[in-house]
């Protein structure tokens, strides 16, 4: 059934047609409701549940396009797909057993440089990986240092700012299907100063750590390296030889590595008579639909963002949203109002995609006196900065389960000022390049 998504996912981008996107959308609303008992409950799953009535109902009131709507919301549909071929890696790199090469890795480093090392790692290996990053060095790491919380905040910065360089979140994919003109390469251009601004303030704000890892052998170093980088390489070459988006490039990278690793994973199981391939594709069969069952609240929020942006860029309602949002200043004080205001916020336990969907139509280019790629970027740093500072969003949950480390240890106590410092410079960073 993957795979199918995927194909239709590819047949969309292919044709830009909006059939595709709309039947993908509606097979993934439909599979929503088998498992409406993991994600009803849940804030997100609240929240998507208002955001859906509230853009149907509120389209209806005002006489606007509810076809138009739905299909703003079809984009929405790749995000999800996204979400479940990430899935795919993490089941992947346990067969292999990495664990112990990953925390051999980050142990190789200065005593002074391991935070760095660790932010670094988590930054490139969320290119392909998303959230499994964080989950691979939260497994690795978890007992073996002198101070799990500064590992973990660590790993949770790292993959905020590998947010600025891909789209291998959902989150960042969500953004770029609301800016649909706007390339990778663009984004980039912009994005890669900020992280690495991100990273050199992470590595001073970093604490010296003490891992205990046993020396790793050459080869099984050589074979997490390449583990952890062939996702982002295969999707940068899906990306350049056939012109994919970075999205759908990351999700189709995805699973390609996966069936590779499972292979390689079958063929030691084999020689050292413990499985065959049929038992490793049950065990991932059955961890791809814990992945469905426990995105559920967030697939739903995506598919109601989807909606809310499309009811925002009505007319009417654009207007009178503008001057609703009259009081925020334009210009860069607006985008400082923004990258600061939106992660506060979110502190409260709002999920950042809730506000992106109602501000980003106010918020446009032309209010903040920057290029629609700044704008883009913009809001992804917003949300990557939300992410490291608020109690409930996913990269929270990840890191809490990862590294078994309280989320009150975390969060805006862990996060505050690097999130405040990396809000003020990347500020500054977008009136010098946008």
């Not at 050292?272 to 426990?294: C, I, N, P, T, Y």
């Not at 609703?324 to 950042?352: D, E, K, Q, S």
């Not at 990557?384 to 969003?393: E, H, K």
Request: with cysteine; aromatic share 4%; charged share 10%.
């Amino acid at each position: 059934m993957l795979i199918g998504a995927l194909g239709v996912a590819l047949l969309a981008e292919s044709q830009q047609s909006a059939a595709p996107y709309g039947a993908l959308a509606t097979a993934l609303a439909l599979g929503l409701v088998p498992t409406r008992k993991n994600w009803v409950g849940r804030r997100s799953g609240k929240v998507a549940i208002l955001l859906a009535i509230g853009a149907i109902l509120g389209t209806l009131a005002v006489g606007g396009d509810l076809i138009r709507i739905l299909v703003a919301a079809s984009r929405m549909a790749v995000v999800i797909v996204l979400i479940l071929c990430v899935a795919l890696i993490r089941p992947a790199l346990a067969e292999l057993g990495l664990d112990h090469a990953v925390a051999a890795i980050a142990a190789r480093a200065p005593r002074s440089l391991r935070g760095c090392a660790i932010l670094l790692g988590v930054t490139i290996a969320g290119l392909g990986l998303s959230f499994g990053a964080v989950s691979i060095f939260g497994g690795s790491l978890r007992g073996r240092t002198d101070d799990d919380a500064t590992a973990a905040r660590a790993a949770m910065r790292g993959l905020a700012l590998s947010m600025t360089l891909g789209p291998s979140t959902a989150s960042v994919a969500a953004v770029m299907a609301a800016y649909p003109h706007v390339g990778w390469g663009d984004a980039l251009l912009i994005g890669l100063p900020i992280a690495l601004v991100g990273i050199v303030i992470g590595s001073i704000a970093a604490r010296r750590l003490t891992i205990a890892a046993e020396p790793a052998s050459a080869r099984e170093l050589t074979r997490a390296i390449l583990a952890i980088l062939a996702v982002p390489a295969v999707a940068v070459f899906l990306r350049l030889v056939f012109g994919l988006s970075m999205t759908l490039a990351i999700a189709t990278a995805a699973v390609i590595v996966a069936v590779l690793l499972l292979t390689c994973a079958t063929r030691a199981a084999t020689r050292k008579q413990r499985g065959d391939m049929r038992q490793v594709l049950l065990r991932s069969d059955v961890q791809l639909g814990e992945a469905w069952a426990h995105a559920g609240a967030e697939t739903a929020l995506f598919l109601a963002c989807g909606l809310v942006l499309g009811f925002m860029r009505e007319p009417v309602i654009a207007e009178s949203a503008r001057a609703v949002f009259a009081f925020v200043p334009r210009g860069y004080p607006g985008l400082l109002v923004m990258m600061v205001g939106v992660p506060l916020v979110t502190t409260l336990g709002i999920h950042p995609m809730a506000l992106f969907a109602i501000l980003a139509p106010v918020l446009t280019p032309s209010i903040l006196g920057m290029s629609e790629p700044g704008v883009f970027q913009a809001w992804i740093v917003a949300v990557g900065l939300s992410m490291i500072v608020s109690p409930a969003s996913i990269l929270t949950i990840t890191t809490v389960l990862s590294f078994g480390v309280p989320a009150d240890r975390l969060c805006l106590r862990g996060n505050g000022l690097y999130a405040a410092g990396l809000a003020v410079i990347a500020t500054c960073l977008f009136l010098i390049l946008s």
